[in-house]
């Protein structure tokens, strides 16, 4: 069975540019979950989605982060623009739903802003 | 809100010894508590997890956790270090009253020495 699939792997990028991060969950995970994980810290919640539905934003910062999730399956996860301050890393995760914690973790986008 | 304290950044231990990583959570009422494995730039591996059944729960890879709600604890032992352990550990906790939103510690580094 296929994981979680992240792409791209690492991205470097100047500040004030735009950028995506794009996520596949494993296939009938109804709920995906965005992260960030600063160095040396553990992961933060950005947003969580049940299918389609954004039912957890209150960590994104809206101002500059959006994401989507189209037909309740794939995600992408947007920056713009970006700032010295965003460069962590990205991970997805998806799960059945309705397990508490049972969540898959895709490998991470590395973001660097310089 | 929930949080989840991990004592000690960094753990070192000889193979062959007693791994012990320490996990304490607050909250009011029993929530549900996990920990996690972080190889290098892989993304978060399940270990194990505790959700109300049996106190003292077994993982993979020959680790254990016992939740211990007199001490708010959860701490995560293995009775002897490999050196393939060696990797970033966190505990997360997830609170079903609050519709199950979910909090990483901020991680422990351990290295088992040869």
């Known amino acids: 069975e296929a994981g979680v699939v992240q792409s791209p792997r690492y991205k470097i990028i100047e500040k004030k540019q735009p950028v995506a991060f794009w996520c596949n969950p494993i296939?009938?995970?109804?709920?995906l979950y965005w992260y960030r994980q600063n160095l040396g810290q553990g992961p933060e919640l950005l947003i969580r989605?049940?299918?389609?539905?954004?039912?957890?934003d209150s960590q994104l910062p809206k101002d500059r982060f959006s994401a989507e999730r189209l037909k309740g399956v794939d995600s992408t996860l947007k920056i713009q623009p970006a700032e010295l301050g965003d460069s962590a890393v990205y991970l997805c995760a998806s799960s059945l739903g309705g397990v508490p914690g049972e969540q898959y973790f895709g490998p991470g986008t590395r973001l660097t802003v310089t | 809100a929930q949080s989840v304290t991990q004592l000690g950044s960094h753990v070192s231990v000889s193979e062959g010894a007693l791994v012990l990583l320490r996990c304490n959570y607050s909250?009011?009422?029993?929530?549900?508590l996990f920990w996690y494995v972080q190889y290098p730039n892989q993304g978060l591996q399940l270990l194990l997890k505790?959700?109300?059944?049996?106190?003292l729960v077994k993982g993979i890879n020959g680790f254990e956790a016992e939740f211990k709600k007199s001490e708010t604890s959860f701490h995560l032992t293995k009775p002897s270090a490999h050196m393939s352990d060696a990797a970033e550990y966190f505990c997360a906790v997830s609170d079903p009253a609050t519709g199950n939103q979910f909090y990483f510690g901020t991680g422990t580094s351990l290295t088992v020495i040869p």
């Open positions: 989605y049940e299918n389609e539905e954004a039912v957890d």
């Open positions: 909250s009011s009422v029993p929530p549900y």
């Open positions: 296939s009938g995970h109804n709920t």
């Open positions: 505790y959700t109300s059944a049996a106190t």
